[in-house]
């Protein structure tokens, strides 16, 4: 048991840290861990089960700094816990080039950041996908090897951010009472207090949802310990609301604004100093204090004995599957699961639409592969995301494979990149092209983390007909082209959609959008081929550079028209080609050589897609033709709209043909 | 008062125009029209004040059909009530192309439609931005002008999306008790019943921030029209949750998921005929129901008449600005404020951050323009968006000018929407850069609805610093600048910005987003000019395409960059220019001859943009030198970022006198 004096001199000894160190950098959040500084030396000291010498132990206790702003609690934390990675030097480099300790926390720079946060709300939606990860994993493998607690700490920006209502709702709704949130309920937001913003009971918010919820003080070390023990006991998810000062200390700022977001201020700090009874210099913990939270961090070394003991002690084929779910490898027979689904594919190529394509994709890999869990936000059907395989989980049971986001594509996919954190699971979760707008932040998050999460995003352009312009997407393959690091894949048929899955699913540093049609889609790969095509981003579909006068570019349910214009071409008398290019920054990631050969040395170059043009350029050259759209779709059948906006064979066969004659 | 055989009639026309519409365009979704049917008849028959020959009366009560995808009951109630542009011409060419019965409702296509909905949960967030203008127009013109409520009809989607929950805790802070909501309550979904992905009580949710809630029999005429009477009697908005059946009257496949988005086919409908006595033949309406639908048309009149009579009657000032205000109009003194303000600057170019320099601009456009409502998502001082003339309104005084949003990016932006929707108001709110990715959705379809909504994104670079790569945008300017009808403006000054503003203010068709820098810039424009040369997207700021062998394009912060890699071009014997590109889809919108002239002859073309380069090959051509961002960037201070991704004069300047050398 800690003493409260002991206590109070562990809290301080995090909030000296977090000033010294902003002010060092000149830049940082010092409220927030000044004032949640009692809660996480209460939740590390006496419940959160780690091991720093083991960070990657699979079944610690997560803990998700949602307001990410407060990352100098967590450095403090994983520096006084032990945990290697974070050393007072890093303290020291807060937010310096090269630093481990970034301005917000960044998965990957350090054990102990278990997710990227400080876009608001975005750490708390991570922490539902680890709690479903989390009871997903213990269906399968008992109490033994998965049972751990997932613990967030969330300030009112997280809380009023609407990605929020949609994680707790499904929280809530999947009773995940090893969740459980401390809010740093501290009513101080950057404009001023909260009450000039918001009036909402948070605690009934969230009770309206199913949750368990309490109100403490979060200064007070009995009742923030008590708090979480009856947590641990509840059959739901539990939001306990920490009354907390930001900036707890600082004598003149304390409970202001003014503590949220800058450097004290020397004289500030000196007055904390005074005021808290800190006598160490800058950077300095007394070594007392350290050795106090050294020893916390010793706390679950024997647990994790007995659990490393537990997992040699099980079957030999359950430990295999568990630890290579665990590092994120595939099982070997992977590659030829792929190639014999498309062996058979060549056989009989059938035409179908690219998301069903993508169902029957699925159908395979999730055969081969255990760990992969779909959904979909309300839009099942449509997204082509359910297989034989996948059973839908809920709060009874979560031995299926299979998740109901609800009407949720933002809190959807922060939740996948919860699952793919939490380790063990390869989430794949679809609605309509249009509206990744609505998931877009936590997919940047899952680009910028290097993680592999799989977006199913169906109905890719105006091919969805009568929905009309809302439902459209016009701007979307290039708006997520644009992210670093994404691969957008937009395969034409069946084949190139197994193909385009299977790097999905290969890439484990980076995350995938696949852009798949609603329509119908003509074969355009009917040979078999060992070698995964699509894996380089963009390849010669048919045709030859040797005599082409005209290369056709395309990606998904274009290239069948550009097909059909160069069967037009070759009928002119005009040899053309066509590139097949599923993903952009695949191709971009070739050689020079391979990316010259595919480009060719045809005088015209054609690309022919059903979105705007950015981003072609790099492909066609400023120079090329683009067949595409230059604005908002229209509502009327998808036939009628690819006539209307002049996407047609005829279209670009005759724009390339006027161009041959302009050149002579 | 209306019988209950008289009201069953009335709403079983639009059962089955709506059925009918569907049927016959092989596409749409009933199930929510004959649901809420019941709901919408005693709304349009004994509440709503509006009047069909005049669409546009400026205090009619605004109906928003937030749940987009039950469109037909907007189309049937247009037709019925006797709004010219809906004919039953239109109802019978549901869906198709050129039709102003769009799949989803579009703003623009049928007086009626307050706005383009089907992205679920927007229509809800614009609602809250109507009342909120209903209320700032009432403090400024009394109940005699302002004095309507803004009802909307919204679907268990609509409640999901985490968009709801920004828009209801606004709306319950700000006590708009003019706004009711009509909560379809059919407890379905695509995926089938919502109890498969949630257990929300929403009564409960709403009453946590403030709402008054009702829950009602949804196809009772009498609770709901009691309900709407209590509500109108709150001091507190209102949700009225109706429990409806979806697809009410379909024999066999009311109250499931297959009645919400396809037509239900020949038999259904017959057997739905037959269920509910309808004996007409499709697309006709008996004429005593479309005898009582246009009687309820004409209910307003009279009112209307009264308000018309209180307009005439007011002061002519008051009148004359009430009414240039609602048509959208600007004063005629604001170019000259505009003009007065540059010279201003001009006389003393201040070196400033553009977000200052922005507040500057709104400081001027504030005095000017009464109509201008600012906000920010939580982020006033980051943002400068509040000016000496906008103090903040809140639930006891609406007589304010800005709106703290609270950490609400996308209800802020859908909140605002509905504001320039309502009419009266200019509003603008600003937020990071990089968190247009949350308030995404809603800027797009200001950008589909052609309407003056006004972002104000700071902190557009890496150079805002040490917050890291979550906070920093590099893709953000091209994903901006790849929706159709968006100005993306990004000035390199206090003189371009000012310009940019005027620009934004005066461009009545296209919502703007001013990306504005974090760190002071260095005046680049010191002379006065009258033109607005930033109205022209791009143009020459400095040398002459007479010698020059270098063009240097930017914009922003790297204007000045792109200045001093000129000095050290010309320096080193190679002339240089530079073009500020302000705007690129204004540039585009230029004739060939301009654009020519400021592309210019130079052998060599470099763009220097603190982001990716996707987009500039149309301006510097695909074998252009790009001096910008290829990935994430870092938590440092901002001048050591710039070096370190090479963003510097001397990085441009080398790589263009490179490739002279190349090219002999």
Not at 103 to 129: C, D, K, M, R, Y
Not at 276 to 289: C, Q, R, T, Y
């Amino acid at each position: 048991m800690i003493s409260r004096d002991k206590h109070d001199r562990m809290a301080n000894a995090i909030r000296f840290l977090s000033m010294d160190a902003v002010e060092k950098a000149k830049s940082g959040h010092p409220g927030l861990p000044m004032g949640a500084a009692d809660i996480a030396t209460v939740l590390f000291t006496r419940f959160m089960k780690h091991d720093p010498k083991n960070p990657d132990w699979a079944d610690r206790d997560r803990f998700v700094l949602s307001a990410g702003h407060g990352s100098m609690l967590l450095y403090s934390l994983l520096y006084l816990l032990g945990y290697e990675d974070i050393t007072i030097d890093e303290i020291k480099n807060f937010r310096q080039l090269g630093s481990r300790t970034a301005g917000h926390p960044e998965f990957g720079h350090a054990a102990g950041i278990e997710t990227t946060t400080g876009p608001l709300g975005q750490g708390l939606a991570n922490s539902v996908g680890m709690a479903i990860a989390e009871r997903i994993l213990n269906a399968r493998y008992g109490d033994d090897l998965v049972d751990h607690y997932t613990y967030v700490l969330a300030g009112d920006g997280c809380l009023m951010e609407g990605i929020s209502q949609e994680a707790l709702t499904l929280a809530g709704h999947l009773k995940l009472n090893k969740l459980i949130v401390l809010f740093d309920d501290n009513q101080i937001s950057i404009d001023g207090s909260t009450s000039l913003t918001d009036s909402t009971d948070q605690c009934a918010r969230f009770e309206a949802s199913g949750w368990n919820t309490m109100r403490i003080d979060g200064h007070d070390p009995d009742a923030i310990a008590g708090a979480i023990e009856s947590a641990k006991g509840s059959d739901r998810p539990t939001l306990i609301a920490c009354r907390t000062t930001i900036g707890f200390g600082a004598p003149t700022k304390s409970g202001t604004a003014k503590v949220h977001g800058s450097p004290l201020g020397a004289e500030e700090i000196a007055g904390a100093r005074k005021a808290l009874g800190w006598d160490a210099e800058p950077f300095v913990v007394p070594s007392d204090i350290l050795d106090d939270w050294r020893l916390a961090g010793l706390h679950s070394a024997k647990e994790r004995k007995a659990w490393e003991d537990r997992l040699a002690a099980a079957d030999a084929e359950t430990r295999g599957e568990f630890e290579r779910r665990m590092r994120g490898d595939l099982p070997e027979t992977f590659s030829a699961a792929m190639l014999e689904y498309k062996e058979k594919l060549a056989a009989e190529p059938p035409k179908v639409a690219s998301r069903k394509a993508s169902e029957m994709a699925l159908e395979a890999i999730n055969a081969a592969l255990p760990e992969t869990i779909g959904g979909s936000a309300d839009l099942t059907g449509s997204n082509n995301t359910k297989t034989s395989q996948t059973g839908p989980i809920s709060a009874e049971d979560f031995s299926g494979r299979y998740v109901h986001y609800g009407i949720r594509e933002h809190g959807m996919a922060a939740a996948m990149n919860g699952m793919t954190l939490h380790g063990g699971i390869i989430p794949y979760g679809g609605t309509f092209l249009t509206f990744s707008d609505y998931a877009r932040p936590a997919m940047r998050l899952a680009s910028l983390m290097q993680i592999r999460s799989i977006f199913v995003m169906t109905h890719d352009s105006i091919g969805l007909g009568e929905d009309g312009p809302t439902h459209q997407p016009v701007e979307h393959l290039a708006a997520l082209r644009a992210i670093p690091n994404h691969l957008v894949f937009r395969p034409a048929d069946a084949i190139e959609t197994a193909e385009c899955w299977q790097v999905a699913i290969e890439s484990r540093k980076a995350p995938s959008t696949l852009a798949l049609s609603r329509q119908n889609l003509a074969p355009v790969r009917t040979s078999h081929e060992a070698d995964n095509l699509c894996a380089r981003g963009a390849y010669e579909l048919a045709g030859s550079d040797d005599d082409a006068r005209v290369t056709l570019f395309a990606t998904g349910s274009e290239v069948e028209v550009a097909m059909a214009a160069k069967a037009l071409l070759d009928a002119a008398g005009h040899p053309a080609r066509v590139v097949s290019v599923p993903c952009f920054e695949l191709f971009e990631q070739q050689s020079d050589d391979y990316r010259k050969a595919v480009t060719g040395n045809a005088p015209v170059k054609v690309a022919i897609e059903a979105g705007i043009r950015q981003g072609w350029d790099a492909i066609i050259g400023s120079d090329g033709i683009f067949v595409g759209m230059t604005g908002f779709g229209a509502s009327a059948p998808a036939p009628e709209l690819y006539k209307h906006f002049g996407i047609t064979a005829e279209a670009a066969a005759s724009a390339a043909q006027k161009r041959l004659a302009e050149l002579g």
